[in-house]
């Protein structure tokens, strides 16, 4: 630990990753919570699979057919973006589970991306690092775009929080009142992919998803308000992230890998811990 506080001095790429872990946890501490309360958290691994598809079809066009400037990120967002609307409308007009659609999306967006990478020439080295991502290799740029998902997150939620609330706990309700509840669900869904793609290149898509769901998990158990749950879950987002970067450090394990580990042993000791204080008290 000591190790890492001295070197955070000196060394820029572990500044950069400790505000990546901060910026991070903004995002996922805001989404995650609707997320959960909504029931979707299924959404961000099957996105995840679905923009496979995004990625190698960009890939194929960038050095197949020499469509440059083109990067799999470019195809990822464009799929995520498809796949959140599909998701989106099939659910709300063809009453069909969430579930289900996600891992209809999942096996195609997979088998897709898997026919572009296997025409595309040359080791595709560039996708396994959008799939797994570095917290150690963030650069500037990648500062920045997470710090602009940042914004777009606050501020759809402070100017639709009462709109989003609504879709999330009483949907029904919600068209008796008269609100346009496929637009903002699609909205919400949007935002979460948007969300999953951008930081998934970042960090890596298991972090994205862990982050995701057991700081938010967490909250729940402690939070009485929405909004209470999206405080708790984004400080306890930034605990985690910091955590896993300084524990990991010394011994040079994986710090994505540390962070979930410390997420998920936090998780499982807070549900214990209530279980028992349940039992105690009746």
């Not at 440059?68 to 599909?86: F, R, T």
């Amino acid at each position: 630990m000591s190790e890492f506080l001295t070197d955070l001095q000196h060394y820029s790429f572990l500044q950069n990753a400790l505000l990546t872990g901060v910026l991070a946890s903004v995002a996922c501490g805001i989404i995650g919570t609707y997320v959960i309360v909504r029931r979707i958290s299924y959404i961000a691994d099957g996105i995840a699979h679905t923009v496979l598809g995004g990625m190698g079809a960009a890939l194929y066009l960038n050095r197949v057919c020499h469509w440059q400037g083109l990067v799999p990120l470019h195809g990822a967002l464009v799929a995520a973006i498809i796949a959140a609307v599909i998701i989106g409308l099939v659910s709300l007009r063809a009453k069909q589970r969430e579930d289900t659609v996600i891992s209809a999306l999942w096996a195609v967006g997979m088998a897709t991306g898997i026919m572009f990478i296997s025409q595309t020439p040359g080791y595709n080295e560039d996708l396994m690092g959008y799939l797994f991502g570095n917290i150690l290799m963030v650069s500037t740029r990648d500062l920045w775009m997470l710090g602009g998902l940042d914004a777009v997150i606050v501020v759809a939620g402070l100017l639709f929080y009462n709109q989003f609330l609504a879709v999330c706990f009483d949907q029904e309700f919600a068209v008796l009142r008269g609100l346009r509840v496929e637009v903002f669900y699609l909205l919400l869904l949007g935002l979460a992919a948007l969300t999953v793609v951008l930081l998934s290149t970042v960090v890596g898509i298991v972090m994205v998803v862990a982050m995701l769901t057991l700081p938010i998990g967490i909250a729940a158990l402690f939070s009485r308000s929405l909004w209470g749950m999206m405080i708790v879950s984004t400080i306890l987002c930034a605990v985690f992230t910091t955590s896993g970067l300084a524990i990991s450090y010394g011994p040079d394990y994986p710090a994505g890998a540390t962070t979930i580990i410390l997420a998920g042993a936090a998780y499982l000791v807070c549900i214990t811990l209530k279980w028992a204080f349940g039992r105690f008290r009746n």
